[in-house]
């Protein structure tokens, strides 16, 4: 032990923060894995054939399910999603109430972003009449956004929202409606429709790990330098001429 003498502090701080740092890296590998996962899903339901509504609800799991759903919109109740951006630019979302006739239920339709450039003046929109046949995805969300502080919401419509909760809009409107979100597929009522399907790619996940992963390996290189640096001092006053 007289060769290594990193002092009782340094080592109370590796012993804190190395195992942080490999849990951290790890963890991302981890995300990294469920980001790849979902990726290959959706690519493989996207591919599938689509259903009707009334299939859609004996699904177990309804994530990126394709759905054709044919109906009418609901002008009056639209939502724009605030803070949605597309290369650099920021506009909203807007998600509008859609009757499907074949199986009597409403949905939440997401027909895709738009810029808002002037945020004195309502977003402009327009709204298809009649009967339309679509083709949409159902978007599940991984788990319950996190909230900070309540929710503000504008009280008239279109209604501006930071959250998409499609139960919360059918107990206000008093209507029997599908829990989850439906994504348009690109075509006549869809707006820009470039939808991701992960907020963050695997290969981010996998250069953070690696940057804990070498942060952890810093941390333990220095540890083991300050250790033998303060062994040799002190072995050096020890063998040092005796001053009188």
């Known amino acids: 032990m007289s060769r290594f003498r990193p002092g009782w502090m340094p080592s109370l701080v590796v012993l804190v923060l190395f195992p942080c740092l490999l849990w951290l890296g790890y963890w991302q590998l981890t995300r990294a894995d469920e980001k790849r996962a979902l990726t290959e899903l959706f690519e493989t339901r996207r591919e599938a054939a689509p259903v009707d509504v009334d299939t859609l609800l004996n699904e177990a799991d309804m994530a990126y399910r394709r759905v054709h759903i044919q109906g009418r919109f609901d002008p009056t109740h639209s939502l724009l999603l605030d803070n949605r951006t597309r290369n650099g630019q920021v506009g909203v979302e807007l998600l509008q109430p859609f009757f499907d ?7 939440l339709v997401n027909r895709g972003w738009q810029p808002w450039p002037d945020r004195r003046s309502r977003p402009v929109f327009s709204t298809p009449e009649g009967l339309v046949s679509l083709y949409a995805w159902v978007q599940v969300p991984l788990g319950k956004p996190l909230r900070l502080q309540p929710e503000r919401i504008d009280a008239g419509w279109p209604r501006l929202v ?12 008093q209507r029997s409606g599908l829990a989850y979100e439906l994504r348009l597929e690109p075509g006549p009522a869809a707006l820009q429709a470039d939808w991701p399907v992960v907020s963050m790619a695997p290969e981010k996940h996998l250069g953070y790990a690696l940057q804990w992963f070498a942060l952890a390996i810093a941390l333990l290189c220095l540890f083991i330098y300050l250790g033998i640096h ?15």
């Open 101 to 107: 006739e074949p199986s009597s239920r409403w949905l």
């Open 162 to 173: 930071t959250q998409v909760e499609p139960e919360r809009l059918w107990a206000q409107l």
């Open 230 to 244: 303060n062994a040799r001092e002190n072995n050096n006053d020890e063998s040092g001429p005796e001053r009188e």
